[in-house]
């Protein structure tokens, strides 16, 4: 880490971590050790206030200009096909109505690259199914409050507690509920901060009938908040029936259906190609994507010094950088490939600040988590270039 960077770290691991872990795990975040191996690292990522404040208004205007490309491509399937939103998807894409401004996802999550000079750049949207959320809004305020540093997620509880409010899911579900332990603890946290009565369930024990969903009880689910990525209804076994059962208005899914034209990386490169044709855009919002969004296309248009990865990739998975010949660098080995199943996305790389914690030097990817329309939780994630399954979580807090 530089001497001028917007970031320092602060604290040293306390002795007694497993108490720590445990204190963390009563309140609700059980995977801070992941198989004996330390998941969460035991101090706190400072950023510069100032940093944090052009991070923040820099989402907002982001998630504006994202929101009305998607209004703007919704029903055209053409830039559906360009942006790999598989094709089973597009009737319920087209027949659902699309939710009111700014709040196609109610709960999704910005990921930067903000260097050590306080650069930030944009590096993809979680719009459909983001974790981090027991990182961001229970332990990180927590860690902070212990260290005395200023932590910006206090209203993470309170922004849930509204958009489910609205939303009314009688059903959260996510795959594994019960053994796995983020996924399990992320709907837990959800339903928690909700203040409703709510089930939980594991979408494996879910099915269709005749159009409408029902959980292993055989009960009817009619509004459900689910962690299941929408791009794999596709290749599911059901996925078309669940696809069927939201077209028809038999079933309420949140994220919305919609939050997939948000998820998909091919939107990067849809609002980069409008860009540069000077399409859509006024001047205002072409100054923050020249500012803060980096060249994206869905061909390999780069000499050098640029990422691959899929449009549906996820923690790390097919991430491949590529140096500046353009010779393949480093990639991804740990997550699952979906280049196999939906097209590839190619980005210029940009600079991740790098910090040296007790656990060693990692690279930090800085998340945001926008909640209800409205930035309001920073997620420290700290790995190596590529930021996969196998990085640590860090709490960041702002001074």
């Known amino acids: 880490m530089t001497d001028s960077s917007v970031f320092e770290v602060a604290g040293q691991p306390a002795h007694n971590r497993s108490e720590r872990v445990k204190q963390l795990a009563e309140l609700g975040f059980t995977w801070a050790d992941l198989e004996e191996e330390p998941y969460w690292i035991d101090q706190i990522v400072i950023m510069n206030e100032d940093v944090y404040a052009e991070l923040e208004a820099a989402?907002?205007?982001?998630?504006?200009?994202?929101?009305?490309?998607?209004?703007?491509?919704?029903?055209?399937?053409?830039?559906?096909?360009?942006?790999?939103?598989?094709?089973?998807?597009?009737?319920?894409?087209?027949?659902?109505?699309?939710?009111?401004?700014?709040?196609?996802?109610?709960?999704?999550?910005?990921?930067?690259?903000?260097?050590?000079d306080g650069a930030i750049k944009l590096l993809e949207l979680n719009a459909d199914t983001p974790t981090g959320y027991v990182e961001a809004s229970i332990a990180t305020p927590w860690l902070c409050r212990q260290a005395g540093i200023r932590s910006v997620n206090d209203r993470m509880a309170g922004l849930v507690a509204e958009a489910w409010g609205i939303e009314r899911p009688d059903t959260a579900a996510c795959i594994g509920y019960g053994e796995h332990l983020e996924d399990s603890g992320t709907i837990e946290a959800l339903v928690r901060h909700s203040g409703l009565d709510v089930r939980l369930v594991d979408c494996l024990d879910l099915w269709v009938d005749e159009g409408v969903l029902k959980d292993g009880e055989n009960r009817e689910i009619r509004r459900?908040?689910?962690?299941?990525?929408?791009?794999?209804?596709?290749?599911?076994?059901?996925?078309?029936?669940?696809?069927?059962?939201?077209?028809?208005?038999?079933?309420?899914?949140?994220?919305p259906p919609h939050s997939i034209l948000m998820q998909s990386k091919g939107l990067l490169a849809a609002i980069w190609g409008m860009f540069e044709l000077g399409l859509l855009f006024g001047p205002e919002e072409r100054e923050v994507i020249e500012k803060y969004m980096l060249p994206t296309y869905n061909k390999p248009v780069f000499s050098g010094n640029f990422v691959s990865k899929s449009m549906f990739g996820r923690e790390g998975g097919s991430v491949k950088l590529y140096d500046n010949a353009g010779q393949l660098e480093v990639e991804d080995q740990d997550g699952f490939d979906t280049s196999v199943m939906f097209p590839t996305v190619y980005q210029q790389r940009a600079e991740l600040a790098r910090i040296r914690t007790a656990e060693g030097e990692f690279h930090l990817l800085t998340g945001l988590f926008i909640l209800n329309g409205t930035p309001c939780g920073l997620l420290g994630r700290a790995g190596g270039l590529i930021t996969g399954n196998t990085s640590h979580f860090i709490a960041i807090g702002v001074k």
């Open 224 to 255: 459900m908040f689910a962690l299941y990525p929408k791009e794999w209804m596709s290749v599911d076994e059901g996925g078309d029936a669940l696809a069927y059962a939201i077209e028809t208005g038999n079933l309420a899914m949140f994220n």
């Open 59 to 116: 989402a907002s205007m982001l998630w504006r200009i994202v929101d009305k490309t998607v209004r703007y491509i919704h029903g055209n399937h053409h830039i559906y096909h360009l942006i790999g939103i598989p094709e089973i998807l597009w009737e319920m894409l087209d027949r659902c109505p699309i939710p009111e401004e700014g709040l196609i996802s109610r709960y999704a999550r910005f990921d930067f690259a903000v260097a050590h």
